[in-house]
């Protein structure tokens, strides 16, 4: 199994400053033939489901804010939130797409 | 607008077999997308349990957490528009909130969640 882990566990950020929330595959996720990385970010509010923010690594979900963006390749990976708002308190969690079992990270829990 | 609702007994016995339901509605069950589960243990991480492939590929067929395989079964009743989850010879550790989920890109990631259902594995 692929082993995701994330970094920190939490982190308490200002309102209108920046998060930064970094993941690590224990192996690459990067499939050479199309040359995309099959990393995806979530962000889990207390009591509801995952929500799905960032699939292949960079692309952003329809209708998630610009704020959020994503980045990395290979085994290295970085989930960005940029001008935090009181609604993005939340556990994020990123997840390979690469084989099965897929797998998650333990997940960042974000505070203000 | 997809929209997925899981529904089963919330309190199992151990040794006994989960079984869960995952209503599908504004959208075909027998469409090209795969179905997921995924469980939460209370104050805990995500775990993905296994998913069944739409027709298009290997004839509909599941993969499983080779953690699980051996106790789990997904199935698909296309008449009913759902699919479904069991998990036999549950545990305490079977505890859980659990999710289904469709992966609509057929690529691993999923955009559509049900609400979870919590699952206690007591006597």
Known sequence: DIVMTQSPDSLAVSLGERATINCKSSQSVLYSSNNKDYLAWYQQKPGQPPKLLIYWASSRKSGVPDRFSGSGSGTNFTLTINS?????V??????QHYNTPYTFGQGTKLEI | QV???ESGPGLVKPSGTLT??????GGSISSNYWW????QPPGKGLEWIGEWIGEVYRSGSSNYNPSLKSRVTISVDKSKNQFSLKLNSVTAADTAVYYCARDSANSGWFDYWGQGILVTVSS
């Open chain 2, 20 to 25: 869960l339901t995952c209503a599908v509605s």
């Open chain 2, 3 to 5: 929209q997925l609702q």
């Open chain 1, 84 to 88: 935090l708002q009181a609604e993005d």
């Open chain 2, 36 to 39: 997921s589960w995924v469980r």
């Open chain 1, 90 to 95: 939340a556990v994020y969690y990123c997840q």
